[in-house]
């Protein structure tokens, strides 16, 4: 990325070039992205005709979705600081808090997804080596609430991609109103999952705040924890 102001410039251009190109390496990085996120609650295909042994439909490997969530943990989560180069807020006009928290947001909706929930615990049900909700959530909270463990600041970057967090795990533990009808995920292991998830997280939390001196942080986590009490509540 650094390299992409020389090797774009040329006389009487604008940063055009130079726009395009940093908007194709983007493209490629969020495609690489959901290519990663496909294995997620997701099955292998094997065509077969009726007179061929063996199953048609075969659960993605524990394995190889914990490896997606780690690619996700450490190439997504910890903030890829590489696509906000100072030298392209310079010249193309980044704006390193709003791009990041685009690039977090979607590979939050495909990992929080109720769909992709719904189908972990779907599969678990039947793979030999299952992949359940509980430890997958627990695999996202690693990537995603690290500090809690180190208790070092906490910067703005991942301050946005653990409010993200929680408001789209709040969206499935309390559906808010405007949503017709019962949720896919209300009467499932889903909800319950998530649930007993964040109720843990907010112990988390509890417990890190007396060694976290930054103030920042401090303010966040508080937030935090009053966002998960009131996802938590029986009131609306």
Known sequence: ???????????DDFQDNLLGMYKAVEG???TFMNH????????YINS????QSGP??????????KEAVTYYASEVFQTPKWLIEPIMVQRIGIKPVE???????LALATCVSPKVMLNIVSISQTAKDPYTLPEYLKDLERGIWEELNTHSPIDIYRRNLQKMYISQLGLIVKPGANVQGPSPTTDSDVSSDCR????ALKKRIEGAL?????????????????RIAKILSDKD
């Not at 390299?3 to 006389?11: M, Q, R, V």
């Not at 077969?48 to 007179?51: C, N, S």
């Not at 007993?196 to 109720?199: E, L």
């Not at 007396?210 to 009053?226: C, E, G």
């Open 99 to 105: 791009e990041i928290k685009g690039l977090q947001g």
């Open 48 to 51: 077969k005709t009726d007179l």
């Open 210 to 226: 007396p060694a976290i001196h930054d103030q920042a942080t401090r303010y966040h986590l508080i937030d935090i924890n009053s």
């Open 28 to 30: 490629e990085y969020i």
């Open 36 to 43: 990663v996120g496909s294995f997620l609650g997701k099955r």
């Open 56 to 65: 048609v439909f075969i659960p993605v490997p524990r394995i190889r979705q």
């Open 1 to 11: 990325m650094k390299g992409l102001p020389e090797w774009t410039k040329e006389e």
């Open 196 to 199: 007993a998830d964040i109720a």
